[in-house]
């Protein structure tokens, strides 16, 4: 059996082992310093974070004191510092000075680049934290020294407090990204996590997650309700095509509470060309059945109208239910529009190249300015429910309406009042010269059945005048 004698082991070797053995020691700690820290950033990484939190944690529970979770997010400019990786990369370090100029060396990496964590430990309040919150935005948002003077970003920021807002390092930490993506939307600096913020955090996630799954099943849980265009005489001439969604869960969901939330996610993009496609299919479909000078007025999306391919999106819609685009119109807000004029315009033309006419729905609540109204190749003006809800005995909305309908008339653009519900409503809007009315004081907007029962014998609408 081979073995080791006694006197081959010289004390050289020996403290050779030692030394071998030392090196092994190092180079693993060199091995897991580097597993530990970002290597972009060179910053502890969230593994360390987690760590460091639960000991911090654990403190504050043992002495009764509050402590405070942080997360930290660059804004948009930061990511459009172009072309200029290694600009970039020496203004994050900076910018990671910077914060631990205010918060001390501890500060982490989360699982963005451009995302820190933090943890404030015994923080004496809320104030305090609302205090350091400002220093850290102050210190990022300074301007660079040269090379770089030109460039200038900040960050959101995003608390949760141990113990009002949570009891565990989960909660803290989603809970301070929840108050982070807030203050992102609305650009708010820093903020700090609350109840409510959550409630509609979640809200609004679970609306998001049914609605993609709504989507996946092929839209069943959706329909396109019509509610009617009515002219001076009473009768239909056309509908708006609204979307309705009952969810198996949620219940009926207001459009105006997910139709926001699909903009956002960009989910509208695919609602928008389903509604598109059903309103213009059952158009077509009525006209085949003999109701053949009917129109359908369809809600184009920000995000629906800035698509590149919308143009030929529309198109296909047309061609493949076998509607002339005379039948279908648009309707376009204000703010869709204004936020790149000449692009809209343009695509505004090549639509309307296509038969369809354009309306500016919301008249009033956008920008309203006048003067760009002339510019726009717009058919129709729909003058919002804001105006109309009193307008039958407030004063000052009927000098507007006024203004609003005979501007439009001189620029040759027609107009229709939204929200009508009463009869004087109707009356003083039909005799200021308006041309269309649509409101419950006609119909609420109704299935494609009840919608067909009312355009059967000639689409007059009874009653109205009785
Ligand atoms: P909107 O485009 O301004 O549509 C008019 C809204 O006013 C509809 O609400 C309609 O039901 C309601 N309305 C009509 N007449 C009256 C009335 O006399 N009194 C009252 N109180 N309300 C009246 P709805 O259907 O809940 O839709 C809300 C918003 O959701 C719409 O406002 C529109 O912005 C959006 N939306 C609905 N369907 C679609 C869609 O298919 N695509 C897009 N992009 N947005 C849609
Ligand atoms: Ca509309
Ligand atoms: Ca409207």
């Known amino acids: 059996m081979p073995g080791v004698r006694d006197d081959q082991v010289s004390s050289d070797g020996f403290s050779g082992l030692i030394e071998e053995n030392r090196t092994l020691r190092e180079k693993n700690e060199e091995l897991e310093t ?22 911090v944690f654990l403190q504050a529970q043992e002495s009764g004191t509050s402590l405070s979770v942080a997360m930290l997010r660059l804004d948009s400019s930061y990511a459009k510092i172009k072309n200029a990786r290694d600009r970039s990369r020496v203004l994050l370090f900076k910018t990671i000075l910077r914060i631990q100029s205010v918060i001390g060396e501890t500060l982490f990496q989360s699982d963005r680049l451009d995302e820190f964590l933090i943890v404030l430990p015994s923080v004496s309040g809320i104030s305090e934290v609302v205090a350091i919150g400002e220093r850290i935005l102050n210190v990022v948002q300074q301007p660079h020294e040269q090379p770089a003077e030109d460039i200038s970003f900040g960050c959101y920021i995003g608390f949760s407090v141990y113990p009002a807002n949570g009891s565990s390092r989960e909660d803290l930490i989603s809970n301070a990204e929840i108050a982070l993506e807030e203050a992102e939307r609305w650009r708010l600096g820093s903020i700090l996590y609350t109840d409510q913020m959550g409630q509609r955090y979640r809200d609004r996630y679970e609306i998001d997650r049914r609605l993609s799954a709504a989507i996946d099943a092929d839209f069943a849980e959706f329909e396109v309700y019509f509610q009617p265009f009515v002219d001076t005489e009473h009768r239909i001439r056309g509908a708006e095509a609204l979307i309705r969604w ?53 809600n184009l999306s920000p995000s629906q109208f800035k698509q590149h391919d919308l143009i030929d999106r529309v198109k296909g819609v047309l061609s493949a239910v076998k509607l002339d685009g005379r039948f279908l119109k648009l309707e376009l807000t204000e703010r869709t529009v204004m936020e790149n004029p ?44 804001s105006f109309i809800d009193d307008v039958h005995t407030n004063l000052d909305n009927q000098e507007i309406v006024r203004a609003i309908i005979s501007l439009a008339r001189n620029i040759r653009i027609e107009t229709l009042a939204e929200g009508v519900e009463n009869r004087g409503q109707r009356d003083f809007l039909y005799a200021e010269g308006c041309r269309f009315i649509q409101g419950y004081f006609y119909s609420k907007p109704v299935d494609s059945e009840s919608f067909e029962r009312l355009i059967s014998g000639g689409g007059f609408l009874p009653g109205a005048d009785a």
Not at 349 to 377: A, Q
Request: a neutral charge; hydrophobic letters at 40%; charged letters at 25%.
């Open 246 to 298: 009952r969810n198996a869960t949620l219940g009926a969901v207001s459009p105006a509470r997910f139709i926001p939330i699909a903009e956002e996610t960009g989910l509208i993009r695919q609602i928008g060309q389903w509604v598109l496609f059903s309103a213009c299919r059952q158009v077509a479909e009525w006209h085949n059945r003999g109701f053949d000078d009917l129109f359908v007025s369809v």
């Open 342 to 385: 000449e692009s809209a315009i343009r695509k505004m033309r090549e639509l309307r190249d296509l038969g369809i006419r354009l309306s500016i729905d919301d008249f009033g609540t956008g920008y309203s300015s006048f003067s760009y109204l002339g510019k726009f190749p717009i058919d129709t003006l729909k003058i919002d429910k």
């Open 34 to 55: 580097l597993l530990n820290q970002d290597p972009y950033t060179g910053l502890p990484i969230r593994r360390l974070f987690d760590r460091h939190f639960d000991d």
